[in-house]
């Protein structure tokens, strides 16, 4: 098992494990993409529904404003993580990462592999709470499980709003897509954590990948930017909007839509001086259900491009270190 020790020096160049033999832009050099800003106070007016269905089919990732979470709580949130990973290695020890849940960089398993990535996370599950194991909830800062309960339980409300209006958008009862998820739908959180790199162009602190959830909200650094999506074929940098969520649709909203709503396909880079945090409130089915597409968006016009798939952890991370996708198993 991987200990918090094993997390990127930030003063070394980069050991072979973490190298990209083919090296990327350096992140400075990327274009800044125009991401849609949706005011989700506005949902449930159809032009509201509408206007955030063509920005999602569009770019699998969009900005929102007024979500609800007052700014002091986005700013807690970002604070007590950065507060945490300040803290002494013994500290952070005590929540050190298991198969899952945990702090530390992913497990590493046998195979081909892709390389490593150029960062640790804090990983929780947060909602429902049965399933919370606090063993992994830091103690340090005091505020800190606090601060993440209570985000969490904005955050249900964001993917409930998001969800429905797009149901709407696309003729459906309200509540077809959260129905189809399960109850209760699992939240879990990712705390990223981003040490500086010298050699920015050769590791990626995330790896491109498309989140194999329903919806990620995701809070970025104020201030290092490292989110980066990939559009028509070219990569951009991702703008810092202050008070904004970003969105990034998953794997299982597209096969629940049918394919009318793409997951969208990112990565995070690092900065060669400063580190970077980033804070993801993920949605995942019931473990017990089998998401397959809405029956109303299957047509012949539309014909079903997914079977059903249960999602599953480890396959999961497995796949995320080859770089395969469940979706690509679920495409019929
Ligand atoms: O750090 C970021 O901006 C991206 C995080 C991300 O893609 C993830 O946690 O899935
Ligand atoms: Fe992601």
Same mark, same amino acid.
């Not at 929102?64 to 300040?86: C, D, P, R, Y």
């Not at 996370?121 to 049965?130: A, D, G, K």
């Not at 989140?211 to 989110?227: I, M, N, R, S």
């Given at each position: 098992? #991987?200990?918090?020790?094993?997390?990127?020096?930030?003063?070394?160049? %980069?050991?072979?494990?973490?190298?990209?033999?083919?090296?990327?832009?350096?992140?400075?050099?990327?274009?800044?993409?125009? @991401?849609?800003?949706?005011?989700? =106070?506005?949902?449930?007016?159809?032009?509201?529904?509408?206007?955030?269905?063509?920005?999602?089919?569009?770019?699998?990732?969009?900005?929102?404003?007024?979500?609800?979470?007052?700014?002091?709580?986005?700013?807690?949130?970002?604070?007590?993580?950065?507060?945490?990973?300040?803290? +002494?290695?013994?500290?952070?020890?005590?929540?050190?990462?298991?198969?899952?849940?945990?702090?530390?960089?992913? +497990?590493? !398993?046998?195979?081909?592999?892709?390389?490593?990535?150029? =960062?640790?996370?804090?990983?929780?599950? &947060?909602?429902?709470?049965?399933?919370?194991?606090?063993? $992994?909830?830091?103690?340090?800062?005091? #505020?800190?499980?606090?601060?993440?309960? #209570?985000?969490?339980?904005?955050?249900?409300?964001?993917?409930?709003?998001?969800?429905?209006?797009?149901?709407?958008? !696309?003729?459906?009862?309200?509540?077809?897509? @959260?129905?189809? /998820?399960?109850?209760?739908?699992?939240? $879990?959180?990712?705390?990223?954590? $981003? %040490?500086?790199?010298?050699?920015?162009?050769? &590791?990626?602190?995330?790896?491109?990948?498309?989140?194999?959830?329903?919806?990620?909200?995701?809070?970025?650094?104020?201030?290092?930017?490292?989110?980066?999506?990939?559009?028509?074929?070219?990569?951009?940098?991702?703008?810092?909007?202050?008070?904004?969520?970003?969105?990034?649709?998953?794997?299982? @909203?597209?096969?629940?839509?049918?394919?009318?709503?793409?997951?969208?396909?990112?990565?995070?880079?690092?900065?060669? #001086?400063?580190?970077?945090?980033?804070?993801?409130?993920?949605?995942? %089915?019931?473990?017990?259900?089998?998401?397959?597409? &809405?029956?109303?968006?299957?047509?012949?016009?539309? +014909? @079903?491009?997914?079977?059903?798939?249960? $999602?599953?952890?480890?396959?999961? !991370?497995?796949?995320?270190?080859?770089?395969?996708? /469940?979706?690509?198993?679920?495409?019929?």
């Amino acid at each position: 098992m #991987e200990s918090v020790k094993e997390i990127p020096m930030s003063s070394q160049t %980069p050991p072979p494990k973490y190298i990209y033999e083919d090296h990327h832009d350096h992140p400075a050099l990327l274009p800044m993409i125009d @991401l849609p800003i949706i005011d989700i =106070s506005q949902l449930t007016t159809a032009e509201a529904d509408q206007n955030l269905r063509s920005a999602l089919s569009e770019y699998g990732c969009i900005m929102i404003t007024n979500h609800g979470v007052e700014s002091w709580l986005l700013e807690k949130v970002g604070m007590v993580f950065k507060q945490f990973v300040a803290l +002494p290695e013994e500290e952070k020890l005590k929540c050190k990462r298991e198969a899952f849940q945990g702090f530390g960089a992913d +497990p590493a !398993l046998a195979g081909d592999l892709l390389p490593v990535d150029w =960062s640790a996370r804090l990983v929780l599950n &947060v909602l429902p709470q049965e399933f919370r194991e606090l063993k $992994y909830w830091p103690e340090n800062p005091p #505020e800190f499980r606090e601060v993440v309960d #209570e985000y969490g339980s904005k955050m249900v409300t964001v993917h409930e709003v998001i969800l429905k209006a797009l149901a709407r958008s !696309l003729n459906l009862k309200e509540t077809t897509f @959260l129905d189809k /998820i399960g109850e209760p739908w699992i939240l $879990y959180a990712r705390f990223n954590f $981003y %040490p500086p790199c010298p050699m920015p162009d050769l &590791v990626f602190g995330l790896k491109p990948h498309c989140d194999a959830t329903v919806l990620t909200v995701l809070l970025q650094d104020k201030e290092v930017h490292g989110l980066q999506i990939e559009k028509d074929g070219q990569w951009f940098r991702v703008p810092i909007v202050p008070g904004a969520l970003v969105i990034n649709v998953g794997e299982q @909203l597209e096969i629940l839509s049918n394919g009318e709503f793409k997951s969208s396909h990112h990565r995070a880079t690092v900065d060669s #001086e400063r580190q970077r945090t980033s804070m993801a409130m993920i949605c995942l %089915p019931n473990p017990e259900v089998e998401v397959g597409p &809405v029956e109303e968006l299957v047509s012949e016009e539309r +014909p @079903l491009l997914f079977r059903k798939v249960k $999602y599953e952890e480890s396959l999961q !991370l497995r796949y995320y270190q080859t770089g395969k996708r /469940i979706i690509d198993d679920a495409r019929i």
